[in-house]
């Protein structure tokens, strides 16, 4: 299972855009980049996935760099219910649809 | 509201007992997955069934056993508790062996 690299924290201004990176240099052609988001007391929420393409979707958009060695998890308008652990995932469809969480990176957005 | 649901919701027990936490996963959904999430492993990925059939299988211990059922309901069953394995454990489903996963809200289990 290929590792990903986050920041442990970040920190945002509400009603402004953050940026959330995530390093995967040991990415295989066959992974697909998934976000994922657990609120304070909640099971993990599905936020937006990609492969190669740059993704839209009414969360968030994801951007992918050319070489799939990093992406960036990108929230338009931070709002304080966006505060969240945020978790950068590699899934090789190929062996199985196991996700294997790293640390993520914990948001607090500020009023 | 994912459309998961685990109960119960909490859980306590003491150490050498057993107990079998329960996974409803959402209409249609054939796959159905257990994660561990405790303070020092972080969320981790315990075994998968797909229809009925165990598809993959990660740091589960020996200790632990799961099954899915014929009306695709899950459970997990871990016995010969120890205090580490006080933790939340997250059950999630798929419609298929591959699909985005949806989380229930889990369930608390403290061993004393």
């Known amino acids: 299972d290929a590792k990903t690299t986050q920041p442990n924290s970040m920190e945002s201004n509400e009603e402004e855009p953050v940026h959330l990176p995530c390093n995967h240099s040991t990415i295989s052609g066959t992974d697909y980049i998934h976000w994922y988001r657990q609120l304070p007391s909640q099971g993990p929420e599905y936020v937006i996935h990609?492969?190669?393409s740059n993704v839209n979707n009414r969360m968030a958009s994801l951007a992918i760099a050319e070489d799939r060695k990093s992406s960036t998890l990108i929230l338009h308008r931070a709002t304080l219910r966006d505060a969240a652990v945020y978790y950068c995932i590699l899934r090789d469809v190929g062996t199985g649809n196991q996700f294997y969480f790293g640390t993520g990176t914990s948001l607090t957005v500020i009023p | 509201d994912s459309g998961v649901t685990q109960t119960p919701k909490h859980l306590i027990t003491a150490t050498g007992q057993r107990v079998t936490l329960r996974c409803s996963p959402r209409s249609g959904d054939l796959s159905v997955y257990w994660y561990q999430q405790s303070l020092d492993q972080g969320l981790q990925f315990l075994i998968q069934?797909?229809?009925?059939?165990?598809?993959a299988k990660g740091n589960i211990l020996e200790r632990f056993s799961a099954q899915q059922f014929p009306d695709l309901h899950s459970e997990l069953n871990l016995s010969s508790l120890e205090l580490g394995d006080s933790a939340l454990y997250f059950c999630?489903?798929?419609?298929?062996?591959?699909?985005?996963?949806?989380f229930g809200p889990g369930t608390r289990l403290t061993v004393l």
């Open positions: 999630a489903s798929s419609a298929s062996s591959v699909g985005t996963q949806y």
């Open positions: 990609g492969l190669t």
């Open positions: 069934y797909y229809n009925g059939e165990e598809r």
